[in-house]
Nanobody
Framework: QVQLVESGGGLVQPGDSLRLSCAAS????????IAWFRQAPGKEREGVSW???????YIADSVKGRFTISRHNAKNTVFLQMNDVKHAYPAVYYC????????????????????WGQGIQVTVSS
């Protein structure tokens, strides 16, 4: 079964760190660029980070300096490291896979993505 499964979410306090994982099964991430999106209540889905097949990364300005993205192809997994989580970050986080060409550039257009995870909640305590 082809799927992406996010894990690592939950309740955190402001200033905490959190690492989300996106594990693929049924296909190899070697040929895919991966993006992380988030969607807060009442807001549109927002692309926050992207990693290409060769490991080139992009981090959105809204989270630059706090988020990093990495991939471990042998584990067929992509990670989103979130540091110094702020109140603005509570949302459902999704990973998505784009069958991309080698050397592709960052893209968050949702129609490019073949597979989506089910999403995972990140909540920041007040």
């Amino acid at each position: 079964q082809v799927q992406l499964v996010e894990s690592g979410g939950g309740l955190v306090q402001p200033g905490d760190s959190l690492r989300l994982s996106c594990a693929a099964s049924g296909f190899s991430l070697d040929y895919y660029a991966i993006a992380w999106f988030r969607q807060a209540p009442g807001k549109e889905r927002e692309g926050v980070s992207w990693i290409g097949r060769e490991g080139t990364t992009y981090i959105a300005d809204s989270v630059k300096g706090r988020f990093t993205i990495s991939r471990h192809n042998a584990k067929n997994t992509v990670f989103l490291q979130m540091n110094d989580v702020k109140h603005a970050y509570p949302a459902v986080y999704y990973c998505a896979a784009d069958r991309a060409e080698s050397g592709s550039t960052p893209c968050f257009y949702y129609r490019h993505f073949s597979y989506w995870g089910q999403g995972i909640q990140v909540t920041v305590s007040s």
